[in-house]
C-alpha cells in the first residue's frame, strides 16, 4: 500500500504492476520495446493510484533538462564532502547543473533519493557511494550513472586506486627499515575501509610481513586515540585508514608517552589539510578528489551527447612524505 502521507511512488507504481521501477520509467517515457500487457498493467497502476509525475519529470520526453543528479551520503566525512564538491564544480564548468541530494545508508533512504532525482528529470546520475547498501540499490538504473568512492563493485565507477596507495606507505615504512606494521581499519561495511584493509593485509603477505592484528575504527580521530592504547607491542608503525584517525593515534601515543616517530611512526590516508600542521606533521596517500569528479563528469557528459566516453582508469594516489614516519629505533 502507498504510504497516505505522501503521495504514491514510482515504487508503489512498480509494486501494485508487479513490474520493476525501470519499467515503470521506461512506460513513463514512452520507450520503444515494452510489451503491450505490460504497459497496459503500469499504465492501470498508475490510473489506481493516482500517481503523478512531476513537471520536470513530464518534460524529461520531449527536452533535455541539461541537469545532473548527486546522490551523497548524510555525513560529514572528509572524504564524501570533498568529493561532493568537486562533482558539483564539474558539472557546472560542463555546462550542467547539480541537483544534489544527500541520504542515509539505508535503501528505503537510498530509493527515495533516487526516486526524488529521477522526479526532478536529471539526464544522468553521479552516486558518492561509501556504503555497500548504497551501491546495492543503484544496480539496474535506467539511465547513466556511475559511482564514487568505493570502487563500485563492478559498477561503472570511478576511484582513487586504494592498494596503489596502501603498497606505497607500507613500501615507505619498508624502505625506513619496519617489517612489523600495523593496520588501524575503518568500519566494517564501508566499501573504501574493506579495500584498504584488504590492500594492507594482500600488501603484507607479499612483502613477507608479519600480520599483526587488524585493529578497527570508526574513522574519527577519537576512535584513534582510544585505539593508541591497543597496539600490538611489537608494533613501529602503523598504517592508519584515514589521516583522522591516524592523528588521534599519534595524540593517545603521546599522552602515554610514546614518541612519534622516534618509538612508533604513523600514516595516514586522504591528506587533509589538518595533517601538514599536525605535531609532527603526517606522512599521508593523497587523494586527487578534483581529478575524480572531473573524470566522472567528462564520462558521464560524453556519453549524454553521445560521444566516446573517456577510458575508466582508476586515479593514481601519491604518496606525502612528512616528519610522522623515521627509521625505527635499533
Same mark, same amino acid.
Given at each position: 500500500?502507498?504510504?497516505?502521507?505522501?503521495?504514491?511512488?514510482?515504487?508503489?507504481?512498480?509494486?501494485?504492476?508487479?513490474?520493476?521501477?525501470?519499467?515503470?520509467?521506461?512506460?513513463?517515457?514512452?520507450?520503444?520495446?515494452?510489451?503491450?500487457?505490460?504497459?497496459?498493467?503500469?499504465?492501470?497502476?498508475?490510473?489506481?493510484?493516482?500517481?503523478?509525475?512531476?513537471?520536470?519529470?513530464?518534460?524529461?520526453?520531449?527536452?533535455?533538462?541539461?541537469?545532473?543528479?548527486?546522490?551523497?551520503?548524510?555525513?560529514?566525512?572528509?572524504?564524501?564532502?570533498?568529493?561532493?564538491?568537486?562533482?558539483?564544480?564539474?558539472?557546472?564548468?560542463?555546462?550542467?547543473?547539480?541537483?544534489?541530494?544527500?541520504?542515509?545508508p539505508e535503501p528505503d533512504a537510498v530509493r527515495a533519493g533516487v526516486e526524488f532525482l529521477l522526479d526532478h528529470a536529471v539526464e544522468a546520475l553521479v552516486a558518492i557511494t561509501p556504503y555497500r547498501v548504497?551501491?546495492?540499490?543503484?544496480?539496474?538504473?535506467?539511465?547513466?550513472?556511475?559511482?564514487?568512492?568505493?570502487?563500485?563493485?563492478?559498477?561503472?565507477?570511478?576511484?582513487? *586506486?586504494?592498494?596503489?596507495?596502501?603498497?606505497?606507505?607500507?613500501?615507505?615504512?619498508?624502505?625506513?627499515?619496519?617489517?612489523?606494521?600495523?593496520?588501524?581499519?575503518?568500519?566494517?561495511?564501508?566499501?573504501?575501509?574493506?579495500?584498504?584493509?584488504?590492500?594492507?593485509?594482500?600488501?603484507?603477505?607479499?612483502?613477507?610481513?608479519?600480520?599483526?592484528?587488524?585493529?578497527?575504527?570508526?574513522?574519527?580521530?577519537?576512535?584513534?586515540?582510544?585505539?593508541?592504547?591497543?597496539?600490538?607491542?611489537?608494533?613501529?608503525?602503523?598504517?592508519?585508514?584515514?589521516?583522522?584517525?591516524?592523528?588521534?593515534?599519534?595524540?593517545?601515543?603521546?599522552?602515554?608517552?610514546?614518541?612519534?616517530?622516534?618509538?612508533?611512526?604513523?600514516?595516514?590516508?586522504? *591528506?587533509?589539510?589538518?595533517?601538514?600542521?599536525?605535531?609532527?606533521?603526517?606522512?599521508?596517500?593523497?587523494?586527487?578528489?578534483?581529478?575524480?569528479?572531473?573524470?566522472?563528469?567528462?564520462?558521464?557528459?560524453?556519453?549524454? *551527447?553521445?560521444?566516446?566516453?573517456?577510458?575508466?582508469?582508476?586515479?593514481?594516489p601519491r604518496l606525502v612524505v612528512r616528519r610522522s614516519t623515521a627509521a625505527p629505533r635499533a
Amino acid at each position: 500500500m502507498a504510504d497516505q502521507r505522501r503521495g504514491p511512488s514510482i515504487y508503489d507504481v512498480a509494486q501494485r504492476a508487479q513490474v520493476s521501477h525501470q519499467t515503470v520509467s521506461r512506460v513513463l517515457n514512452d520507450y520503444a520495446g515494452i510489451r503491450p500487457a505490460t504497459r497496459e498493467r503500469v499504465l492501470e497502476a498508475i490510473r489506481e493510484l493516482g500517481y503523478r509525475r512531476s513537471v520536470a519529470a513530464r518534460t524529461l520526453a520531449t527536452s533535455r533538462t541539461r541537469s545532473i543528479g548527486v546522490l551523497t551520503p548524510a555525513t560529514a566525512g572528509f572524504g564524501p564532502v570533498s568529493t561532493l564538491l568537486a562533482v558539483e564544480h564539474a558539472v557546472r564548468a560542463a555546462g550542467y547543473r547539480p541537483l544534489v541530494t544527500s541520504v542515509v545508508p539505508e535503501p528505503d533512504a537510498v530509493r527515495a533519493g533516487v526516486e526524488f532525482l529521477l522526479d526532478h528529470a536529471v539526464e544522468a546520475l553521479v552516486a558518492i557511494t561509501p556504503y555497500r547498501v548504497m551501491v546495492a540499490e543503484l544496480e539496474g538504473l535506467e539511465l547513466p550513472f556511475l559511482t564514487l568512492q568505493g570502487g563500485g563493485e563492478g559498477l561503472d565507477a570511478v576511484s582513487v *586506486d586504494q592498494s596503489a596507495a596502501i603498497d606505497a606507505l607500507v613500501d615507505h615504512l619498508r624502505a625506513l627499515g619496519h617489517t612489523a606494521i600495523q593496520h588501524i581499519a575503518g568500519p566494517a561495511g564501508y566499501i573504501e575501509a574493506d579495500l584498504r584493509r584488504d590492500a594492507f593485509e594482500r600488501s603484507a603477505r607479499e612483502r613477507g610481513l608479519p600480520l599483526l592484528p587488524v585493529l578497527a575504527g570508526d574513522w574519527t580521530a577519537d576512535a584513534g586515540y582510544a585505539l593508541a592504547a591497543s597496539l600490538d607491542p611489537r608494533a613501529t608503525a602503523v598504517v592508519a585508514g584515514n589521516d583522522q584517525m591516524a592523528l588521534g593515534v599519534v595524540h593517545g601515543l603521546a599522552d602515554r608517552g610514546v614518541r612519534v616517530p622516534e618509538d612508533v611512526s604513523v600514516t595516514g590516508f586522504d *591528506d587533509i589539510p589538518e595533517a601538514a600542521h599536525s605535531l609532527p606533521p603526517l606522512t599521508t596517500a593523497h587523494q586527487d578528489f578534483a581529478e575524480i569528479g572531473r573524470r566522472a563528469v567528462a564520462r558521464l557528459v560524453a556519453r549524454l *551527447d553521445g560521444a566516446s566516453a573517456p577510458p575508466l582508469e582508476a586515479v593514481a594516489p601519491r604518496l606525502v612524505v612528512r616528519r610522522s614516519t623515521a627509521a625505527p629505533r635499533a
